[in-house]
């Protein structure tokens, strides 16, 4: 039995394709507070300006800025790369000003027009954060006008960190410290009184490979092995959520979520394993076990990444002649993909007691091959690194599009599984 459940949903006709990379920001409780946006146009993934153009046009600020939100939490602060022309434009008026950021780069000129464009934004009520600060006198006309500084911390010592912090802190301004890229560094900046914190120490901390797998996380790493063997029926799953009374009423919140508008609410759980069907029923499961294997909410990020890849993948392979496997197997592919950094050990120690298809395997290990390809495309796309990601689209013979189209689909999916999750 399929169902007949949506799998995603299509952005509105209106909305061009765009690509979105987003990069998580940190309160000092070490919850999510805002992402920062990097858009690229799908359109141009075909061209020779794809990973060069630092061109943004105001309709693709506007659509990704759309498509983004979709898939994120309400309420999250979103950070946006306005270079001068859209400053002068005024392209950020046409988003909300209670969710957008708007970002002042470290290239932008502190011209008359300029500060007077971002006078007006301020005055208007929008945030404004000055990008990749320290210490440029160029960019000094913008702090009186910054709610927030970005403090590029990569390759400043301790002593430069703590100089210039001394110099901006006002009272008012809010710092955040990017390219934080280890405990220690995070722990300077907090003990300073950063209040944000944006890099790859929250997205990627320490991996630990003599740490062991609880008794716990490894019976729920089982189950996600069992839950990917694509001979596993409907009628054992429908088991092991009705035997879980957390799980079968997150279930019940998932099908009568708004995404699916539904005219009726479905209320027993038969119902709901009926209507969704085989394979949507076992990917929001497998959703489920991933979110419970760690209650941080680094974690949760992380967590949140892992099942959005999943979707991804899984979309891309559905269309794609050239995938390597199944979409259920692309599907697990993206899943596991974190999973060593979720629970803080190596890959090998994860997949030890796993059974899995050699190739996805292989990939997660990080071995060269076609599986490894495209799982090394969704990394690259998540942090807009997108020379690497034109290379590799051309290679699997991906139309951009497409892709944009099933990041956005998987973006939106992802975020109403784990709301229910």
Same mark, same amino acid.
């Given at each position: 039995?399929?169902?007949?459940? &949506?799998?995603?949903?299509?952005? *509105? ?28 146009? #799908? ?40 270079? !001068?022309?859209?400053?002068? !434009? ?19 000129? *502190? #011209? *008359? ?57 006002? /009272?008012? @301004? ?16 907090? /003990? ?8 790859? $120490?929250?997205? @990627? ?14 019976? +729920? ?11 596993? !029926?409907?009628? =054992?799953?429908? @088991? ?34 009926? =209507?969704? /069907?085989?394979?949507?029923?076992? $990917? ?12 941080? &909410? ?18 891309? #392979? ?6 390597? %496997?199944? *979409? ?9 993909? @974190? ?15 796993? #059974? ?8 997660? +290990? ?5 599986? %490894? ?6 990394? +690259? ?24 189209? $099933? ?7 992802? +975020? ?6």
């Amino acid at each position: 039995m399929t169902g007949n459940a &949506p799998e995603a949903t299509a952005a *509105p006709a209106h909305i061009e394709p765009v690509f979105v990379a987003r990069q998580p920001i940190f309160d000092r409780a070490e919850k999510v507070w805002g992402y920062e946006l990097l858009f690229r146009h #799908s359109a141009e993934a075909s061209t020779a300006n794809f990973a060069e153009s630092s061109v943004a046009t105001s309709k693709m600020v506007a659509d990704g800025f759309i498509l983004a939100r979709a898939g994120l939490p309400p309420g999250c602060m979103l950070f946006i790369n306005f270079p !001068d022309e859209l400053l002068l !434009d005024g392209t950020a008026f046409a988003l909300p000003r209670e969710q957008c950021v708007v970002e002042i780069l470290e290239t932008a000129t *502190p #011209s *008359p027009a300029i500060l007077s464009a971002c006078a007006k934004l301020k005055a208007a009520g929008y945030v404004l954060a000055l990008d990749d600060y320290f210490g440029h006198a160029q960019l000094d006309p913008f702090l009186d006008l910054a709610d927030i500084v970005k403090v590029d911390l990569q390759g400043r010592s301790h002593k430069e960190i703590e100089a210039l912090t001394k110099k901006l802190q006002n /009272g008012t @301004r809010q710092l955040l410290a990017e390219k934080v890229e280890d405990a220690a560094t995070h722990a300077l900046v907090k /003990g300073l009184g950063y209040s944000l914190f944006q890099g790859y $120490h929250f997205s @990627r901390p320490e991996t630990l490979s003599g740490r062991k797998i609880s008794g716990a996380a490894a019976s +729920r790493i089982k189950l996600l092995s069992e839950l990917a063997r694509e001979d596993f !029926d409907l009628m =054992t799953l429908a @088991r092991i959520i009705s035997g879980d009374a957390a799980v079968s009423y997150r279930l019940l919140q998932f099908i009568n979520s708004a995404f699916f508008s539904r005219p009726f609410k479905i209320g027993s759980i038969p119902q709901a394993v009926s =209507t969704l /069907g085989q394979r949507p029923l076992r $990917h929001w499961l497998m959703a489920v076990i991933l979110s419970d294997l760690s209650p941080t &909410p680094q974690a949760k990020e992380i967590c949140t990444s892992s099942v959005q890849r999943a979707k991804f993948l899984e979309n891309l #392979s559905t269309r794609a002649k050239s995938a390597p %496997r199944s *979409p259920d197997s692309m599907f697990m592919l993206g899943l596991l993909s @974190r999973l060593d950094i979720l629970l803080g050990t190596n890959m090998d120690r994860v997949l030890s007691g796993m #059974s899995l298809d050699e190739e996805i395997a292989g990939a997660l +290990r990080g071995e060269p091959n076609k599986a %490894r390809l495209w799982l090394d495309l969704v990394a +690259r796309l998540e942090v807009g690194e997108w020379e690497q990601a034109q290379e590799i689209l051309g290679c699997l013979g991906l139309d951009p599009v497409d892709a944009a189209r $099933h990041q956005a689909e998987a973006a939106t999916w992802t +975020r109403q599984a784990m709301d229910a999750a």
